[in-house]
């Protein structure tokens, strides 16, 4: 199986409404599981009648609201990292200007490790997920000033 289907069904997969998916085809076994939230029941409480409502808070190394700008987004689903390694130096900060090209980060998949490069000339104005946090599909990484 080469590594672009398993990276194209890993995109089907989380955009799916699936908890699970198992494959294995010519000696390649791949498994695929979505961790499943259970909602607890709601407590019945009686609330102020002119009580604003909540704001949720974003998830944890998630952005809080999308700001303007263009971002660099996830290709794939993998766990963001900012180096090569715990004691490397970070492959870019905020504040940095980047290259079209230039590695950003990496998004660990399965057990690989794949960099992610800029798509354009850019500063780097926020890192929006924590290191080793997960990173959907799509998922804005970081936001960008085009130069």
């Known amino acids: 199986m080469e590594l672009e289907s398993i990276y194209a069904l890993m995109e089907r997969f989380e955009r799916s409404s699936i908890s699970g998916l198992e494959l294995e085809q010519n000696g390649t076994r791949l498994k695929l599981e979505k961790a499943v939230a259970v909602a607890a029941?709601?407590?019945?409480?009686?609330?102020?009648?002119?009580?604003?409502?909540p704001v949720a808070a974003p998830a944890a190394g998630q952005p809080a609201q999308a700001e303007e700008g263009e971002y660099i987004k996830a290709p794939l689903?993998?766990?963001?990292?900012?180096?090569?390694?715990?004691?490397?130096?970070?492959?870019?900060q905020v504040g940095d200007k980047v290259q079209k090209g230039q590695t950003v980060c990496i998004l660990e998949a399965m057990k690989a490790m794949s960099e992610i490069p800029a798509p354009m000339d850019c500063v780097i104005e926020?890192?929006?997920?924590?290191?080793?946090?997960?990173?959907a599909f799509d998922a804005p990484l970081f936001r960008v000033r085009r130069v």
């Open 126 to 135: 926020e890192v929006l997920l924590d290191n080793g946090s997960l990173a």
């Open 41 to 53: 029941a709601p407590a019945v409480v009686a609330a102020p009648v002119a009580a604003p409502a």
């Open 77 to 92: 689903v993998g766990t963001f990292y900012t180096a090569a390694g715990p004691d490397a130096a970070p492959f870019v």
